[in-house]
C-alpha cells in the first residue's frame, strides 16, 4: 500500500501564527474526525512495524498529548504495552527526567522510572515531528533510562525542519511528509 494515497495535505487543517508568529501551525485534528482514514494511518504504522522488527518490539513510548491517541491506538493494534511520557509534574511516583528546548520555549519530559528495564527494546509515538526537540527528547529520555530506541514514528512529519537529524541516528516513519510550515513574508 502506498502511503502517499492515503493522506495529503488537504486531509489537516493549517492555522498560521498558532503558537508563534510566522509557523502555519499543522492541525491533525481533522483526520481524528475520519475514522477511516485515521484507522489506514494506524495501520500503515503497524504494517510497518511488523514488517520491519517482527515481534522484537518490548514496549512503544508515547509523547503527550495527541502522541497518546495515535500510540495507544497503535499498542492495541500490535498488542503492545506502552508508556506515557510527559511534561514534570504529570506523573506520579519516581520519575527520570531530560531538559530540552523546542519550537515554542524549553521544558522537561518525563517517565516513571520503573517503566522500562534496561536492554528493553523501544519504539517511540507521536502525532506530528516537526523540528523534532520533543522527539530528541524523548530519545534521550529513553537512553537515560537505558532502552534501546528501535525507531521513532509519526503520523505527519514536516520534512523541511529536519526534526529527524536531532535523534542521534534513530530513524523516523512518518505517514505523510508535508511541506514547510514557516509563512512567507505577508501571510
Sequence with gaps: MSTSLILSEEDFKRYPHFHRPG????????????PEKYGQA???????????FGDTIDILALLGSKGFVVGA?????????????????????????VSYAYNYGKSVLEGQAETIKPGQRVVIVDD??????SMAAACDLIRKMQGEILETVSIIELASLNGKDKFGGVP??????????ELEPGE
Design 23 to 34: 509557523l502555519n501551525f499543522v492541525d491533525i485534528n481533522p483526520l481524528f474526525k475520519d
Design 42 to 52: 494506524i495501520a500503515t504504522i503497524a504494517d510497518h512495524l511488523r514488517e520491519t
Design 73 to 97: 491506538s497503535l499498542a492495541h493494534k500490535l498488542n503492545l504495552p506502552f508508556m506515557l511520557l510527559r511534561k514534570r509534574g504529570k506523573l506520579p511516583g519516581s520519575t527520570t527526567s
Design 128 to 133: 506530528v515531528v516537526g523540528s523534532g526537540g
Design 172 to 181: 523516523l516513519f512518518s505517514v505523510v511528509q508535508l511541506g514547510k510550515p
